[in-house]
Nanobody, 116 residues
Framework: QVQLVESGGGLVQPGGSLRLSCAASGRIFSIRTMGWYRQAPGKQRELVAHITTGGSTNYADSVKGRFTISRDNAKNTVYLQMNNLKPEDAAVYYC??????????WGQGTQVTVSS
């Protein structure tokens, strides 16, 4: 059984930084591309970044140059370093396999609020 537990969210001022973590249990982590998704109120969930098992990365245009995804395969953890945060980055952030998420893998997410 796969469990994904996100953490690291919080309240930050515009221009600030946060680092999100996603701890995965189960064998899925070592064999799948992992991604960070976000969902803002009233909007559809979107994939913002993903990383292959080999470390190749891909980013949505809206976060390119500001967000960095990484993974530690030994710790079954994927990270999202978010710099220069903007109010439009505010959302609940989730991790899942990518680029097509599995419905039964969604965790509780972690809330990111960007406000002065």
């Amino acid at each position: 059984q796969v469990q994904l537990v996100e953490s690291g969210g919080g309240l930050v001022q515009p221009g600030g930084s946060l680092r999100l973590s996603c701890a995965a249990s189960g064998r899925i982590f070592s064999i799948r591309t992992m991604g960070w998704y976000r969902q803002a109120p009233g909007k559809q969930r979107e994939l913002v970044a993903h990383i292959t098992t080999g470390g190749s990365t891909n980013y949505a245009d809206s976060v390119k140059g500001r967000f960095t995804i990484s993974r530690d395969n030994a710790k079954n953890t994927v990270y999202l370093q978010m710099n220069n945060l903007k109010p439009e980055d505010a959302a609940v952030y989730y991790c899942n396999i990518a680029p097509f998420a599995a419905d039964n893998f969604w965790g509780q997410g972690t809330q990111v609020t960007v406000s002065s």
